[in-house]
């Protein structure tokens, strides 16, 4: 039997799929009989890694094979990376970095992040002058303000169009 080929047992016909006899069993010979290996290929099944809509990797084997997950993400500067998830909408993990999986057909498993809440704060004096992406919640110190001539005083920061200073300088 080669590789990716599982032997059934024997057949009184060379194309059966399935088996009349198998290893072990006893049987009487009574006439002239011809037996024919019963042979059938095994499955392959693909395990497929998705970051949203990117596949980041895959790996395949017959049927029956344990897959230990390798598949690992970066951290990113607001996110952490926890696992994987059968669901590709994922709010839970289902396997860990280091678990294993015994797949009965392709699976796509699908990455879950633990994603920090972010605020983006934005200096503008006609053109930005500082942008800073933070996580929410946090303080971030005002920067001095601009000056645009010899008799301008600058008074603080407002958010949006407002004239009086939300922030003092």
């Known amino acids: 039997v080669s590789e990716g080929e599982e032997f059934l047992g024997w057949s009184t016909a060379s194309n059966d799929d399935e088996a009349m006899y198998v290893n072990g069993q006893s049987i009487v010979i009574e006439s002239d009989i011809t037996l024919y290996p019963v042979i059938r290929d095994i499955p392959v099944v693909t395990v497929t890694f998705m970051d949203g809509d990117t ?30 998830s059968l669901n590709s909408s994922p709010d839970s993990v289902d396997y860990m970095v280091g678990s294993t999986i015994e797949p009965d ?4 498993l699908y990455s879950v992040w633990d994603i920090t809440p972010t605020s983006t704060i934005r200096f503008i004096d006609g053109a930005v002058l500082e942008s800073k992406t933070v996580t929410t919640g946090q303080t971030v110190s005002v920067p001095e303000g601009p000056v645009k001539g ?3 005083v600058f008074l603080g920061w407002s958010v949006g169009d407002a004239a009086d200073p939300t922030y003092q300088a």
Do not use: H, K, N, P
């Not at 951290?75 to 990376?81: A, K, L, R, S």
């Not at 057909?105 to 796509?108: A, E, G, H, I, T």
């Open 55 to 84: 596949q980041v990797d895959s790996a395949s084997g017959y049927l029956g094979t344990v897959f230990t997950i390798t598949a690992s993400m970066t951290d990113g500067e607001f996110e952490d990376f926890l696992g994987w």
């Open 105 to 108: 057909s392709d699976v796509v």
């Open 150 to 152: 010899d008799r301008d």
